[in-house]
């Protein structure tokens, strides 16, 4: 049957696996978004450097245009050419064209009723070479209102040109973008190639820096995933492994974290111990409530069968006293039993607290002192009430009444007759302290520790050679923590004394 489950288990992992296989990391998410970036600050940089930077010659390239226009309309003299004849339009040997000043791939057109006159250009060896119908019609068609224009002339390439009509002719002057396109083309390689290799460095950098920075995170998880390989299940407490210092230290994410996981497994460590006490403690308290419960049940039926084989009606009277007594006994365990299994759920915070209300603690102390009087008159009892107001308590009065029988209880019991027992209240500040002490015998200082646990047994068989259960004391340090008082004991030669600190009200207090 186990089959199918572990099954399930074994697919929920890998599909947890694959899922984290098609996720990317948080290191590659960072890298990656951060090199996006990078690449989109470099494209606008880019983008705006080489417009500026295009902007910036094509302004040069229309002054150069402006100074060429200049020289153009002007003659190679300062003056205005000669007007062409009607046949010497396509003279390329024209001095108009190529005149002094005029660089290489410098286009010069005259135009009169929009047909070319006269148009050519020099290229860098100094040879003349006049213009297709298609530039010259190009040319014709640009406005003579002084603006520069970007023509397309074919095979002459893209061309920066301005035209100038005066008296009746346009005088039309060009100068090629070519190598202004090539200084845009090498700016655009520099920016490419700046990017890409400031993009791998970049990423190259960042990769190392997040992978520094998230290695103390790395240790975080790795401390995570050995915790759980202990085996808590049976019992494994201890959880020796921590976040370390170096790390908590590394950056404030990393703290917090770190911070949180130590905190985290604190309480659990604190809660595994306190579930394993429990556990301890209920198999030592069923063990030694059925040890205690074994006795009179084997009384009752001891007695019980020899009441069924008797007929002797004196003898079935004596047997059906002593199974009485040993039902009382029983009964009075159980009871004891299920008040402090009732202290324990209201201390673990799972069952009702305690009703509280105001009790005159005093007037318990003294009736309780009067009845142990009357029980035990072969000790000596003294009861010291050292302040003149009654001490009020919040409390439950049954339960608080139980603390002070016990106690007395436990001193009658445990010291032979002649003891003198002093029973003392007082109010010390905002605290109302009992105090039940005695000048019997010694508590061993090896019990002293454990003597408010339950079935705490001073020596061997005491509380049973005295008809106790064992559950006395227990009862009454469960009472007073539940009451948030504090219960001590002190022994010493001559002297034993059980004190109990309760929370007071003060005398005028509802």
């Known amino acids: 049957m186990s089959r199918p489950r572990t099954a399930s288990r074994a697919s929920r992992a890998r599909n947890g696996t694959d899922r984290r296989r098609r996720v990317p990391s948080l290191r590659w998410r960072i890298v990656a978004a951060v090199a996006l970036l990078l ?7 880019g983008a705006v450097t080489v417009v500026a930077f295009r902007g910036y010659l094509v302004d040069r390239l229309d002054a150069e245009l402006a100074t060429a226009a200049e020289r153009t309309v002007g003659g190679p003299d300062g003056e205005r050419p000669p007007p062409p004849s009607t046949g010497s339009g396509s003279d390329p040997d024209n001095a108009f064209i190529g005149a002094p000043g005029q660089s290489a791939g410098t286009v010069v057109a005259i135009l009169r009723d929009g047909a070319t006159v ?40 893209t061309y920066r040109a301005q035209a100038v009509g005066d008296d009746g002719d346009v005088f039309v002057t060009a100068l090629p973008l070519g190598d202004l396109d090539a200084a845009i083309a090498r700016l655009l390689l520099v920016i490419g190639v700046v990017t890409v290799i400031g993009l791998l460095v970049a990423a190259w950098a960042l990769t190392l820096l997040v992978r520094r ?33 170096g790390d908590l230290a590394a950056n404030r994410e990393v703290e917090q974290v770190g911070t949180a996981l130590n905190r985290l497994l604190g309480h659990v460590a604190r809660a595994l111990t306190v579930r394993r006490e429990a556990e301890t403690g209920m198999r030592t308290f069923v063990a030694d409530a059925s040890h205690e419960l074994r006795t009179p049940i084997a009384t009752v039926r001891a007695y019980a069968e020899l009441s069924a084989s008797s007929d002797d009606a004196d003898a079935v009277r004596r047997n059906v006293d002593r ?21 324990d759920a209201v201390a673990l915070a799972s069952g009702p607290a305690p009703a509280r209300e105001p009790v005159d603690l005093t007037s318990i102390v ?15 009892w003294t009861l010291q009430v050292l302040d003149d107001h009654p001490l009020v308590v919040s409390a439950d009065a049954t339960q608080l009444r139980r603390v002070v029988t016990n106690l007395l209880a436990n001193a009658r019991t445990h010291t032979p007759e002649g003891t003198s027992v002093v029973v003392s209240l007082q109010r010390t500040g905002d605290v109302v302290r009992l105090v039940v002490a005695n000048d019997g015998p010694v508590i061993p200082a090896e019990v002293l520790p454990t003597l408010f646990d339950r079935f705490t047994r001073g020596e061997a068989s005491r509380s049973r050679e005295h008809g106790t259960s064992g559950l006395g004391l227990a009862i009454v340090r469960a009472v007073v923590s539940a009451h948030d008082g504090l219960v001590r004991v002190a022994s010493e030669a001559g002297r034993t004394a059980f004190t109990v600190d309760l929370p007071g009200r003060t005398p005028d207090a509802g």
């Open 366 to 380: 003294v009736e309780a002192t009067m009845d142990a009087r009357a029980t035990a008159p072969g000790h000596r």
């Open 213 to 245: 920075s998230l290695r103390p995170l790395e240790r975080v998880a790795a401390v995570a995933s050995d915790v759980t390989e202990l085996d808590l299940e049976r019992g494994d407490t201890d959880i020796p492994v921590r976040v370390s210092a």
């Open 39 to 45: 690449v989109a600050t470099n494209v606008v940089f």
């Open 323 to 343: 199974i009485g007594r040993e039902a009382v006994r029983m009964g009075d365990l159980v009871e004891e039993l299920l008040l402090l299994a009732r202290l």
């Open 118 to 157: 006269l148009g050519g250009y020099t290229d860098s060896s100094g040879r003349q070479h006049g213009l297709s119908s298609a530039q010259e019609a190009t040319l014709s068609r640009i406005a003579s209102d002084g603006d520069p224009v970007t023509v397309d002339l074919g095979k002459l390439g």
